[in-house]
């Protein structure tokens, strides 16, 4: 009889830590995974023209992308410069 008590403590022991997790994952890892699919898709869909921001802040005007070493060349203030496509940033 004492066996089946301790047993189904030592369920309900985990049963904080789950529910841990599962806070974790919806409130700091799913939202993570879903900005950086939107990153992703609006990194592969950037054209010429378009004005963005860098990570690290710049501000310019797309004046060409190079496919092959996948770069993007920004047109700023000071002037052209070249950036990994995966620099450019959504917000």
């Known amino acids: 009889?004492?066996?089946i008590f301790l047993?189904?403590?030592g369920i309900l022991d985990f049963a904080p830590f789950i529910l841990m997790l599962g806070v974790l994952?919806?409130?700091m890892i799913r939202?993570?995974?879903?900005r950086q699919k939107k990153e992703?898709?609006?990194?592969?869909?950037i054209k010429k023209g378009t004005k963005v921001i860098t990570s690290s802040?710049?501000?310019g005007k797309i004046v060409?992308?190079?496919?092959n070493d996948n770069t993007i060349t920004l047109e700023t203030g000071a002037g052209?410069?070249?950036?990994?496509?995966?620099?450019i940033s959504l917000d």
């Not at 939202?31 to 879903?34: E, S």
């Not at 992703?40 to 869909?45: G, R």
């Not at 052209?80 to 620099?87: G, Q, V």
């Open 31 to 34: 939202p993570q995974m879903k």
């Open 1 to 3: 009889m004492q066996t």
């Open 7 to 9: 047993q189904a403590g």
């Open 57 to 59: 802040g710049i501000h």
């Open 64 to 67: 060409e992308i190079n496919d």
């Open 80 to 87: 052209k410069i070249k950036f990994e496509r995966s620099a």
């Open 40 to 45: 992703k898709e609006f990194q592969s869909s």
């Open 25 to 27: 994952y919806f409130f």
